[in-house]
């Protein structure tokens, strides 16, 4: 009996540490070593869709700072819960329209939000369309943050023209996405040859 108990505790152990954000989310080459299934989706997802690493996960740092459930705040009227701002949800937050979408045209049907693979492969898609439909490069962090939190739509219109905040929240993007794209230089053939964990 006890036996079972502990493997039921390393087990619930194991699996709090395969969702927990990484320790160091600053630096890619750290998060990387410290969850290596990470690297090979964001290998995956760079390969399907032609977006860069870093980029991908310098808006993921930005949405959720790697929290596998992240929501917005519920809010409150008194003291009683009214909903949430919105149905935006995991490590990409992503709302459930824009989900239900990715799941259609990739045939993902079995993939959740909450997954860091099926995550990054979400943004690996949303990136590349917004190539196709704005023509925004993918090596653009500032850019394809902006599509992100407008819409392929509102970017278009440049609704976040009017939205200082915003700007500047895509260049702190835009400056992560560069710090990690210098970091992942240094270290990426290691990562890639499990030089690492040998």
């Known amino acids: 009996m006890w036996k ?5 505790s390393l087990s619930l152990g194991l699996a709090a540490c395969s969702s927990s954000p990484p320790a160091q989310p600053e630096n890619l080459c750290q998060i990387f070593r410290e969850k290596p299934d990470w690297h090979e989706a964001a290998l995956d997802m760079s ?8 980029v991908v996960m310098a808006m993921m740092y930005q949405e959720s700072s790697f929290v596998h459930d992240a929501q917005p705040p519920m809010g409150y ?9 919105s149905s935006a949800y995991g490590y990409a937050q992503v709302k459930d329209d ?5 799941q259609r045209e990739t045939g993902n049907s079995w993939s959740d939000r909450d997954d860091f693979a099926d995550a990054i492969d979400f943004m690996g898609w949303y990136t590349n369309k917004a190539q196709k439909l704005n023509g925004t490069s993918k090596w653009d962090a500032y850019g394809q943050y902006l599509n992100y939190h407008e819409g392929w739509g509102g970017y278009r219109r440049g609704s976040y023209r009017s939205k200082g905040w915003l700007m500047k929240v895509s260049r702190k993007v835009e400056a992560r996405a560069q710090r990690y794209g210098a970091q ?3 270290c990426k053939d290691q990562l ?3 030089g690492w964990f040998s």
């Open 192 to 194: 890639s040859s499990g």
């Open 184 to 186: 992942y230089r240094q």
């Open 4 to 8: 079972r108990l502990v493997l039921g």
């Open 98 to 102: 824009t989900w239900d979408d990715y």
């Open 47 to 54: 390969k399907r869709w032609g977006t860069p690493v870093q």
């Open 77 to 85: 009227f008194l003291f009683i819960p009214t909903g949430r701002a």
